[in-house]
């Protein structure tokens, strides 16, 4: 292919008197805001601005890459191309400050509130539910803002749009459903529960109408403009020629055209310092599109957004251009909606430019289909390139201009494809995309296949492509000639943490294969085939929640929101760093080594960068005058010490080393990475697995902690299966990640800390510091998100703040980025396990032995054998199991406790067991399982209770007669029972006191707030005790002097353990009114409070639980879950159609937050088992270390249809006001997904032709998994 060459036109190139400016201006709201360049630096972002110059904290902050939107707000504009008024959603910590020159911006805070009421969106997300640590609530806002205010809005719209904001917490159910209220097309039931809709206030805007933005709009429309005389600059230029013009001038600097800035979220270099940057936003000649001749003329920075509105319009319109639907089909799958509202085309294919090895779905789509790139140099000359020729030229001094479209008759088919490791933003593990150029016939003219993330050089399947030329497309013989040729060309690479060579190689087989059967008559394809060419079609999800409440206990028992969830939504709810900043504030950064396991810490080199201006001081373990230990002994759960800083030997890649600490956390963040580590590398190779351990023979890594002997062993063995299970690491996703900002008092510190154990933050920096432990006041408002990550782990970070605190006497924050936190801090305990089985022909367990391995990372310290052990055990006839337990210790973080720690494990190892059996005696699963279920628990009861609610046994015939008929698309179906002994602890305090002033009472207790709703349910037990309304009733910050002692919150207990210590005070106050309330006859709270003063009554009072107290006993949750699934065997991806849970909560005190926790740890379990993969390299460097490479679940891999259903009339006779725990249990119950899974896979496996239809649970179910396992053969693919 040729490239023409054309010369912009002289004048375009005569120089633009650019105006200097030393300021810009914005309205954030409805206020407008003046920036003087001075008091910035250009790479500020828009996020930092809000949350740093306008305290603005409304706006949350975490991974700083477009992937988790919690730093989302809206921008209110002009559309470039259709110039209609539009609100757009964007990632605020993307957004270059400088980029925001006459914008309108909205945060949270200006949406509504409580003094000007709350926003329709705000409302309904709180009262939904929506809401529980709430640390993803403004950002969910805001993208739901901007669909609400553009209008027109459907539940598939929704739907769609919120693959790029995270939220750990609910299992987005209840988001879903509260933002669907809105939609013009609800179903009626949802609109029936919209709130109060009449007296909403909408916020002030309406004042404003356009005014301000029309003005502001007016002021970004000076001539081209510059910022920043001497140091770096920043120019927005408003036209091509000004642009040239600018490049022309500093052709000797460092430059970056600034588009839509989000390539910095694929590519953290892309935010590197320049010398100037060119803000490109606003050229027409870039930005807008036009029809020439028969093309379709797009400019190149065009966002993805737009370029998604006009391919959808031009391809109703014009029979030529159809093919764009589908390219606006696959860019839909790009990212998420607020990156793609700024992300350009070029953009894109400047990355894959630089990166060749970059995914990009852009590149892709515009080389199938032919498009064509102008480039143009400074100098004006024009080139013409097709974008395989583009992404091999020089780009220096060069503008991508223009992407041009031809037009296709209907003899040409486009079909491309994005198999993704989650349903929405995340880079393609393979993405293709073929155009077929048909003769009027079925033999082609021409074939186009191209294959993205093969490997870096590969573009184009040229040699499959010669052979298609001239070739009849639905012919056997052709494909097979196809794909044997196909294995030779594709050569992938290995390129951790993406899947194997294998999978990558043989998927784009498949996908060659599934575009043939998608355009192939349906009368050349076996009927059986017929399913195996359409994608998956994920439908608008919905569930039922099935409970009851009691209306005589109100507010006992009652239905309602969280207490906080209106703050929540409206961004007035505070975060630890959302704390505003103090006189002399100093920031901290954790430094870490980057050296592999057992390196020798020689010296440690901190000269540059405590060269640098504002940076204050270095601390490591040489500075601290106490115990560099995080985790004390003689607390609960703790074996071992853990360094707060490196002693010496590096116990694993990336451990602390010291905290560095300066007056701004950007610089701070910069100059760690000036410190340079001296170290001697060790020989000896890291341990990172229990596997690893076992094959090497390392028995010094491996503890035994103990064996649990059979009482007896049956003799009816038929059948023996061997095998192994195995488990990784998760990490815990909390929204806010591990942060702690302390302040120095004249004697000690006031330590907040993101920790669930206010105890421990406490003994551990008194320690540290070797002062006494009345010197250090620990006060938490709430965590935004936790999982068990901060039960321990916190220390760590709560030490480093406070030992630069208290060094320097300054207030210290300290909060790890994103990969700071996923590399530093351990993760779910994995676990491994081999089992010998014997059964008979009925599939009873005649015996089981089996050895369990937890691997605890670098020290033994938590502890999950037990629960390992006991949950094994818990629902099936455990009398002939030989359990034996071990303790491996690897070169990787120390894991630590994740909701349901050692609890899941246990209990999805002895399902996989049961399932394996099954499947291998091909005795269907759950008669399986009932006949070997225990029978001194309600489970055989649980489980007939769901076949009959969830139809199980009907749709499992279904699902049989599907799998039958179809090669290509299978269904499965798993259920599983849990019994889930709740561990019970303490102590756990919790103190009341009543003001005289109004009765209104107040309460402070030893929990943390962590989503969990603790807070509510403590307010309704309160008002329920003291006969008083919620109202009255308000739950302040826990703190360690009011709640001195208590222990850390989690095992799901600490709700119901605060709840106990609140009636315990409760009962002592009653005891104390009761005398005068006997004496006032019927007198009101108030009165009743204020004689009571009056007369000198103790108006506090405190209650504690703990396993001493009375009635403290433990107990057994029930539940079970049936999960089915729908499979795409070509594309190893599947939908979790439909899921039945039913949790015993026993006389729920909550039930609405009680659903919010089940549903939020089913889907938190989900993740676990399909889409959260931990990776490492060889030497210990964690590879899935941001959202790019490591995937929670988004609104999109929910189940379809989610129910859940809580029995009724089920009070438990030894729980807190006979409830049950919910925090936990149902994170075990998700273990029906990856056994669904295994179900369809196994119909898959049959038709490949193997009897092995079992294979083990080895990590996560991912898409790769699943893939291979179908053991696809491509001499199977045929019409
Ligand atoms: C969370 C997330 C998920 C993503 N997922 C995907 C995905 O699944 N598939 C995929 O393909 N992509 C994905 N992307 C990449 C995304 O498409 C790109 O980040 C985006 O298109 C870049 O465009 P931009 O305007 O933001 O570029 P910028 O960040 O503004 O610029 C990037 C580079 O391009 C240069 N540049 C910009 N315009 C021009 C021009 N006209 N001429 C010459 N150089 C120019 C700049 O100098 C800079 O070097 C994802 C990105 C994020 C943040
Ligand atoms: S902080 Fe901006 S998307 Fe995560
Ligand atoms: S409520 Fe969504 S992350 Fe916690």
Redesign the pocket.
Known sequence: MGTTQSSLNEENLQSTKIKNLNEIRFHVQDQEHVVKTEDIDPNTSLNFYLRNHLHLTGTKVMCR???CGSCVVVLQNKDPVTQKKIFLAVNSC?VPILSCNGWKIYTVEGIGDPLVGYHPVQKVLANFNGTQCGFCSPGMVMNMYALYESGKLTMQDVENSFG?NICRCTGYRPILTAFKSLCKDANPELLGQYPDIEDLVVCQREKCEWECVEQSDKSDKVPTYTLFEDTSKWIKVHTLKDLLKTMQSYTKLTY???????????YQA?ANPVDLYID?TSIPE?TLYEFKGDSLVLG??IT?SNTIEVFQNIAKTYPNFSYLNQMADHID????VP?RN???????L??KH?HNE??????LLLETVGALLTVVSVDGTQTIQRPSDFIKNE?KL????KVILPEYSNLVKLVSY?IMPRAQ????IVNAGFLFQFHPSYVLDKATIVYGNINPAFIHASSTETILQGANLFDNHTLQTVYANLSHELEADVRPPDPSPLCRQQLAISLFYKAVLFLAPDHLLSPRHLSGGPVLQRPISKGTQDYESNKSLYPLTKPIPKLEALAQTSGQAEYIEDMPDLHNQLHGALVLAHAPPNSKIIRIDTKKALEMEGIVAFFSKADIPGDNNFTPLGLSYINAKEEIFCSGRVMYYEQPIGILVGYREDVVQYAINLIELIYDESNVEPMLSTRQILKSGRTDRVIHVRTVQPKRKGNDVQHVLKGTFDIYQQYHFHMELQCCNVIPTEDGLNVYPSSQWMDLTQVAIANMLKIPNNKINVTIRRCGGAFGAKITRNGLVACAAALASWKLRKPVKLSLPLKTNMAAIGKRFPLSTDYEVGVNNSGIIQYLNCRHYTDVGAQRNEDISNEVVNFFSASYVPDTFTIDVNKTITDTPTNTFARAPGTLEGLAAIESIIEHIAISLNVDPIELRLRNLRTDTPLAKYVNELRTWANVDTRKQEITDFNKENRWKKKGIAAVPMAYELAIGGPYAAMVSIFHGDGSVQISHGGVEIGQGINTKVTQVCAYKLGIPMEKVSVVPSSSFVAANSTQTGSSITSEAVCYGTIQACDQLLARIKPVRDRLGNPTWEQLIQKCFEEFIDLTARGQYSPNEPNVQTYQVYGVCAAEVLLDVLTGQYLVTRVDLIEDTGESMSPEIDIGQVEGAFVMGMGYYTTEQIVYNYEGKLLTNN??TYHPPGARDIPINFNVKFPKNNPNPVGVLKSKATGEPAVCLAVAVPLAIRHAVASARADAGTSDLWYPIDGPTTVENVFLNCLNDHTHYTL
């Not at 970059?358 to 590149?363: A, I, K, L, N, T």
């Open positions: 890459e477009g992937g993307l790029g970056r055209l600034v588009a839509g800035n989000t390539a910095q979220g694929v892309y490109v870039l190149a920075n993805l799958l790009i990212a998420n990156v700024r992300a350009t085309l070029a953009g894109n400047m990355i630089d970059f995914p990009s779905d852009v590149f780009m060069k503008i991508l201009l994005k933003n995340v880079h393609a959202t790019w």
